[in-house]
């Protein structure tokens, strides 16, 4: 099958999913960021509860996230095996309950002070199994949405489910804002930091109860029919659609700098600049959170009516243009250089991954389509959302520049601009 009919129609048949089991599985997404993004939002408190008071315990906090990060991949590419060879069901099912121990097994960890460095070392283990479970719980949804979508609306529903996420990110903002605010310093090291990871725990409880009732998706059953299901996925995949997981690769690592860089990274950034306090900060990023939510269908509906190059293409201009002013803004303009910035970031952010999620896996054929996005979308995540925030704040504190974060969001969608350029129009044909 040549990219050009993959691209018109990515071997996704006419059956649909119902609603239900698609309501379901995006909405599942906002247990996957409400963790990762709750965890950067309380970088601060983390690093004194499990690293210390110390110099470097920020950085050592960030640098666990993305240590963590790393182990994405591995877990996309464990599910995705799991999903392409026997079903896009069972693999959102195990995620969902490995991430849901995670984050319980996180709110009952003991502290540095009730153990000593043991505590950071138990931190970082359980994010990294929250990370391999997150790994596949990624490629799951993204396939599974858009093998049961209509093919006109796949831009749409998609970047639903991507509101989804950023709605757990609206969530720990909003409880972490909460917490610090509602109990004094002192409180929050001894116990109130444990308060939003219980929280989350109960969220993945129930979402993963609610799976049970998950139709497969519509894609494999035909692949069972008609006996195409790859005995080596990721083999398959790596032989038959290099391009499109080098393509992801582009996407993803612009889609993942914009948005762990351009957003969830911003309340540590205000505060390491002291630009704000944590409070202060993490209610900002609340605001921005919001604008993610509404940025993000319109523009996967843009993307359905227009296709997804031109879209990314826009996003991607803005990207190299934009984020150097607006990280020199937030830093020395006050609260309200502080919330423009921010927002125009959270849309450039919520614009690109609206619309990237979809395009990678359209890129893809059906079969090893959770593998290909395992080596191409997850890897680039890994290396471009987990280890960035950390190089930023290392940057910072080295040359004292507050514009760093800016430029390394601008350097890279300057890279991928010529990939977007030549790559092929991945939505179905009207």
């Known amino acids: 099958m040549t990219i050009?009919?993959?691209a018109a129609d990515p071997g996704v048949p006419c059956e649909r999913i119902s609603t239900a089991s698609m309501v379901i599985a995006g909405l599942s997404t906002v247990i996957e960021w409400y963790d990762f993004t709750l965890y950067l939002y309380l970088v601060t408190v983390l690093s004194r509860v499990f690293f210390g008071t110390g110099g470097g315990s920020l950085s050592i906090t960030l640098a666990a996230f993305a240590l963590a990060y790393l182990m994405r991949p591995l877990g996309a590419f464990v599910f995705g095996h799991m999903g392409d060879r026997h079903g896009r069901r069972?693999?959102?099912?195990a995620s969902m309950a490995l991430m849901t121990l995670a984050m319980l097994a996180t709110a009952l960890l003991p502290t540095r002070d009730q153990i000593g460095p043991a505590a950071g070392a138990l931190l970082i283990a359980l994010r990294c199994v929250m990370a391999f479970a997150v790994g596949g719980e990624y490629t799951g949804v993204v396939a599974y949405l858009i093998e049961g979508a209509p093919p006109g609306r796949r831009g749409l529903i998609t970047s639903l489910a991507a509101a989804a996420s950023e709605i757990g990110g609206l969530l720990a903002a909003g409880i972490g804002a909460l917490v610090l605010a509602a109990l004094d310093a002192a409180a929050v090291s001894n116990?109130?930091?444990r308060l939003p990871f219980f929280f989350g725990a109960?969220?993945?409880a129930a979402v993963l109860l609610a799976r049970l009732r998950l139709d497969e998706s519509p894609e494999f059953e035909r692949q069972r029919r008609v006996g195409s299901v790859p005995r080596r996925p990721a083999l398959h995949a790596l032989r038959d659609n290099r391009a499109g997981i080098a393509r992801g690769f582009?996407?993803?690592?612009?889609g993942s700098i914009s948005y762990y860089v351009g957003i969830t990274y911003v309340p540590a950034f205000l505060v390491a600049t002291r630009a704000m306090t944590e409070a202060d900060a993490l209610g900002l990023a609340t605001i921005a959170a919001v604008v993610v939510i509404a940025v993000t269908p319109l523009v996967g509906h843009v993307s359905d009516r227009v296709g997804r190059r031109p879209v990314l293409l826009g996003v991607t201009l803005l990207c190299a243009l934009m984020p150097v002013s607006l990280f020199a803004a937030m830093a020395g303009s006050g609260f309200a250089g502080a919330l423009a910035g921010a927002i125009a970031l959270a849309a450039l952010g919520g614009a690109f991954s609206a619309v990237g999620a979809v395009a990678t896996a359209e890129l893809l054929a059906g079969e090893g389509r959770l593998s290909?996005?395992?080596?191409g979308a997850t890897g680039a995540t890994a290396l471009f959302g987990g280890l960035t925030p950390f190089l930023a704040q290392i940057w910072i504190e080295r040359t004292g520049l507050a514009i760093v974060p800016g430029v390394m969001i601008a350097v890279v969608a300057l890279a991928v601009a010529p990939v977007l350029w030549l790559m092929p129009e991945t939505r179905?044909?009207?």
């Open 4 to 6: 050009e009919q993959q």
């Open 250 to 254: 582009a996407i993803s690592a612009l």
């Open 428 to 430: 179905p044909r009207r």
């Open 90 to 93: 069972l693999t959102m099912l």
């Open 202 to 204: 109960a969220m993945a």
């Open 372 to 375: 290909g996005l395992a080596i």
């Open 191 to 193: 116990w109130g930091w």
